[in-house]
Protein backbone atom coordinates (compact mmCIF):
# COMPACT_ATOMS: atom_id res chain seq x y z
CA UNK A 1 0.00 0.00 0.00
CA UNK A 2 1.29 3.31 -0.73
CA UNK A 3 2.39 5.79 1.90
CA UNK A 4 3.33 9.45 1.55
CA UNK A 5 5.17 11.16 4.52
CA UNK A 6 6.13 14.80 4.37
CA UNK A 7 8.85 16.02 6.42
CA UNK A 8 8.71 18.49 8.55
CA UNK A 9 5.18 18.77 9.57
CA UNK A 10 6.16 22.36 10.27
CA UNK A 11 8.40 24.92 10.00
CA UNK A 12 8.55 28.69 10.57
CA UNK A 13 11.39 30.77 9.11
CA UNK A 14 12.50 34.53 8.58
CA UNK A 15 11.66 35.95 4.94
CA UNK A 16 14.55 35.05 2.90
CA UNK A 17 15.54 31.84 3.33
CA UNK A 18 15.71 29.33 0.99
CA UNK A 19 14.42 26.02 2.42
CA UNK A 20 13.49 22.54 1.41
CA UNK A 21 10.24 20.85 2.36
CA UNK A 22 10.16 16.77 1.74
CA UNK A 23 8.02 14.38 0.55
CA UNK A 24 8.52 10.42 0.65
CA UNK A 25 6.79 7.37 -0.77
CA UNK A 26 7.26 3.77 -0.56
CA UNK A 27 6.26 2.31 -3.67
CA UNK A 28 8.34 4.17 -6.71
CA UNK A 29 5.63 2.69 -9.33
CA UNK A 30 3.99 6.05 -9.53
CA UNK A 31 2.45 7.95 -12.68
CA UNK A 32 3.61 11.41 -11.64
CA UNK A 33 3.69 13.50 -8.06
CA UNK A 34 2.55 17.01 -7.67
CA UNK A 35 3.31 19.39 -5.18
CA UNK A 36 0.23 21.72 -4.01
CA UNK A 37 0.00 24.87 -1.93
CA UNK A 38 -3.68 24.81 0.30
CA UNK A 39 -4.11 28.36 2.52
CA UNK A 40 -6.08 27.91 5.80
CA UNK A 41 -10.05 26.85 5.06
CA UNK A 42 -9.33 26.91 1.42
CA UNK A 43 -8.75 24.42 -1.97
CA UNK A 44 -5.77 23.45 -3.36
CA UNK A 45 -3.73 25.16 -5.87
CA UNK A 46 -1.39 23.22 -8.28
CA UNK A 47 2.16 24.34 -7.85
CA UNK A 48 4.53 21.64 -9.72
CA UNK A 49 3.57 18.08 -11.23
CA UNK A 50 6.39 16.01 -12.05
CA UNK A 51 5.92 13.13 -14.57
CA UNK A 52 7.59 10.06 -13.47
CA UNK A 53 10.17 10.04 -16.37
CA UNK A 54 11.11 13.72 -15.29
CA UNK A 55 13.59 14.89 -12.57
CA UNK A 56 12.36 18.16 -11.77
CA UNK A 57 10.28 20.90 -12.65
CA UNK A 58 10.62 24.86 -11.97
CA UNK A 59 8.29 27.54 -11.83
CA UNK A 60 9.55 30.66 -10.74
CA UNK A 61 11.00 30.86 -7.37
CA UNK A 62 9.94 27.15 -6.72
CA UNK A 63 11.81 23.69 -7.86
CA UNK A 64 10.77 20.64 -7.37
CA UNK A 65 12.85 17.35 -8.16
CA UNK A 66 11.60 13.77 -7.83
CA UNK A 67 13.74 10.34 -7.55
CA UNK A 68 11.43 7.99 -7.82
CA UNK A 69 13.85 4.80 -7.43
CA UNK A 70 14.34 6.24 -4.00
CA UNK A 71 10.98 7.21 -3.50
CA UNK A 72 11.52 11.43 -2.62
CA UNK A 73 10.75 14.42 -4.06
CA UNK A 74 11.43 18.20 -2.69
CA UNK A 75 10.00 21.18 -2.95
CA UNK A 76 12.37 24.04 -2.67
CA UNK A 77 10.84 27.54 -2.32
CA UNK A 78 13.87 30.16 -3.04
CA UNK A 79 13.84 33.73 -1.28
CA UNK A 80 10.75 32.68 1.17
CA UNK A 81 8.09 35.46 1.53
CA UNK A 82 5.60 36.23 4.10
CA UNK A 83 3.49 35.32 0.82
CA UNK A 84 4.30 32.04 0.73
CA UNK A 85 3.08 30.90 4.46
CA UNK A 86 0.54 27.96 3.72
CA UNK A 87 0.51 24.33 4.18
CA UNK A 88 1.82 22.29 1.45
CA UNK A 89 0.94 19.17 0.38
CA UNK A 90 2.97 16.29 -1.81
CA UNK A 91 0.30 13.87 -3.32
CA UNK A 92 1.35 10.85 -5.64
CA UNK A 93 -0.61 9.63 -8.77
CA UNK A 94 -0.07 5.67 -8.34
CA UNK A 95 -1.05 4.60 -11.64
CA UNK A 96 -2.27 7.27 -13.88
CA UNK A 97 -6.18 7.27 -12.79
CA UNK A 98 -5.74 10.34 -11.24
CA UNK A 99 -6.68 8.89 -7.55
CA UNK A 100 -4.37 11.25 -5.80
CA UNK A 101 -2.47 9.56 -2.49
CA UNK A 102 -1.46 12.39 -0.40
CA UNK A 103 1.19 13.76 2.44
CA UNK A 104 -0.15 15.08 5.51
CA UNK A 105 1.23 18.17 4.44
CA UNK A 106 3.90 20.97 5.67
CA UNK A 107 2.71 24.05 7.58
CA UNK A 108 5.09 26.51 6.55
CA UNK A 109 5.06 30.07 8.01
CA UNK A 110 7.44 32.77 7.16
CA UNK A 111 7.94 35.83 9.12
CA UNK A 112 9.27 39.32 7.96
CA UNK B 1 -7.24 27.94 -17.07
CA UNK B 2 -9.35 25.13 -16.04
CA UNK B 3 -11.70 25.33 -12.94
CA UNK B 4 -12.97 23.81 -11.08
CA UNK B 5 -16.26 24.98 -8.95
CA UNK B 6 -17.55 23.70 -5.69
CA UNK B 7 -20.64 24.91 -3.78
CA UNK B 8 -21.62 25.54 -0.93
CA UNK B 9 -18.11 26.75 0.29
CA UNK B 10 -19.81 26.44 3.73
CA UNK B 11 -22.85 24.72 5.09
CA UNK B 12 -24.25 24.20 8.49
CA UNK B 13 -26.70 21.47 9.18
CA UNK B 14 -28.72 19.86 11.40
CA UNK B 15 -28.19 16.32 12.52
CA UNK B 16 -30.64 14.30 10.89
CA UNK B 17 -30.82 16.12 7.82
CA UNK B 18 -29.33 15.63 3.93
CA UNK B 19 -26.96 17.83 2.31
CA UNK B 20 -25.53 18.34 -1.08
CA UNK B 21 -22.28 19.99 -2.56
CA UNK B 22 -22.02 20.53 -5.94
CA UNK B 23 -18.80 19.79 -8.07
CA UNK B 24 -18.34 21.28 -11.81
CA UNK B 25 -15.98 21.94 -14.16
CA UNK B 26 -16.39 25.31 -15.80
CA UNK B 27 -14.41 24.99 -18.96
CA UNK B 28 -13.69 21.58 -19.52
CA UNK B 29 -15.44 18.37 -19.21
CA UNK B 30 -14.54 15.47 -17.06
CA UNK B 31 -15.88 12.04 -17.29
CA UNK B 32 -14.17 11.39 -14.13
CA UNK B 33 -14.26 13.32 -10.77
CA UNK B 34 -13.51 12.52 -7.47
CA UNK B 35 -14.50 13.57 -3.71
CA UNK B 36 -12.19 14.17 -1.25
CA UNK B 37 -12.43 14.45 2.49
CA UNK B 38 -10.38 16.45 5.04
CA UNK B 39 -10.37 16.32 8.93
CA UNK B 40 -8.75 19.53 10.59
CA UNK B 41 -5.36 19.17 10.77
CA UNK B 42 -5.12 16.29 8.81
CA UNK B 43 -4.66 15.31 4.92
CA UNK B 44 -6.72 14.67 2.27
CA UNK B 45 -8.58 11.13 1.79
CA UNK B 46 -10.05 10.24 -1.05
CA UNK B 47 -13.64 8.84 -0.23
CA UNK B 48 -15.18 8.07 -3.87
CA UNK B 49 -14.62 8.26 -7.45
CA UNK B 50 -17.63 9.87 -9.53
CA UNK B 51 -18.18 8.24 -12.78
CA UNK B 52 -19.97 10.27 -15.50
CA UNK B 53 -23.82 8.12 -16.65
CA UNK B 54 -22.45 5.10 -14.36
CA UNK B 55 -22.39 4.07 -10.51
CA UNK B 56 -19.79 5.99 -8.12
CA UNK B 57 -17.14 3.58 -6.80
CA UNK B 58 -16.05 4.08 -3.24
CA UNK B 59 -12.74 3.24 -1.59
CA UNK B 60 -12.98 0.93 1.42
CA UNK B 61 -14.57 2.16 5.03
CA UNK B 62 -16.35 4.93 2.86
CA UNK B 63 -20.19 4.77 3.23
CA UNK B 64 -21.84 4.47 -0.22
CA UNK B 65 -25.75 4.54 1.20
CA UNK B 66 -24.29 7.80 3.55
CA UNK B 67 -22.53 9.60 0.78
CA UNK B 68 -24.81 9.65 -2.45
CA UNK B 69 -22.70 10.76 -5.26
CA UNK B 70 -24.38 11.68 -8.88
CA UNK B 71 -22.74 12.37 -12.05
CA UNK B 72 -25.16 13.27 -14.20
CA UNK B 73 -23.56 15.14 -16.51
CA UNK B 74 -19.99 15.81 -17.80
CA UNK B 75 -19.56 19.10 -16.12
CA UNK B 76 -21.21 18.42 -12.98
CA UNK B 77 -20.95 15.74 -9.85
CA UNK B 78 -22.73 15.79 -6.54
CA UNK B 79 -22.10 14.62 -3.17
CA UNK B 80 -24.93 13.98 -0.85
CA UNK B 81 -24.80 13.76 2.58
CA UNK B 82 -27.62 11.75 4.10
CA UNK B 83 -28.70 11.26 7.76
CA UNK B 84 -25.96 13.79 8.72
CA UNK B 85 -23.96 13.82 12.37
CA UNK B 86 -22.11 15.64 14.01
CA UNK B 87 -18.68 13.57 12.69
CA UNK B 88 -19.36 13.96 9.45
CA UNK B 89 -18.67 17.63 9.72
CA UNK B 90 -15.65 18.01 7.41
CA UNK B 91 -13.78 19.62 4.77
CA UNK B 92 -14.91 18.31 1.48
CA UNK B 93 -13.16 18.81 -1.62
CA UNK B 94 -13.46 17.64 -5.12
CA UNK B 95 -10.92 17.24 -7.97
CA UNK B 96 -11.27 16.63 -11.71
CA UNK B 97 -8.15 15.75 -14.10
CA UNK B 98 -7.81 18.33 -16.86
CA UNK B 99 -8.14 17.88 -20.59
CA UNK B 100 -5.07 18.88 -21.80
CA UNK B 101 -1.39 17.79 -21.96
CA UNK B 102 0.53 17.66 -18.26
CA UNK B 103 -2.33 15.88 -16.35
CA UNK B 104 -2.67 18.64 -14.06
CA UNK B 105 -5.55 17.56 -11.39
CA UNK B 106 -7.48 20.87 -10.44
CA UNK B 107 -9.06 21.44 -6.93
CA UNK B 108 -12.60 22.77 -6.65
CA UNK B 109 -12.52 25.71 -3.20
CA UNK B 110 -13.82 23.21 -0.95
CA UNK B 111 -17.11 23.11 1.41
CA UNK B 112 -17.19 23.29 4.64
CA UNK B 113 -19.47 21.22 6.67
CA UNK B 114 -20.62 21.67 10.30
CA UNK B 115 -23.27 19.11 11.41
CA UNK B 116 -24.90 20.72 14.70
Known amino acids: KQEVTQIPAALSVPEGENLVLNCSFT??????LQWFRQDPGKGLTSLLL?????REQTSGRLNASLDKSSGRSTLYIAASQPGDSATYLC???????????FGAGTRLAVHP | GAVVSQHPSRVICKSGTSVKIECRSL??????MFWYRQFPKQSLMLMAT?????????EQGVEKDKFLINHASLTLSTLTVTSAHPEDSSFYIC????????????FGEGSWLTVV
Open chain 2, 95 to 106: SAPGTGSGNTIY
Open chain 1, 27 to 32: DSAIYN
Open chain 1, 50 to 54: IQSSQ
Open chain 1, 91 to 101: AVNPGGYNKLI
Open chain 2, 27 to 32: DFQATT
Open chain 2, 50 to 58: SNEGSKATY
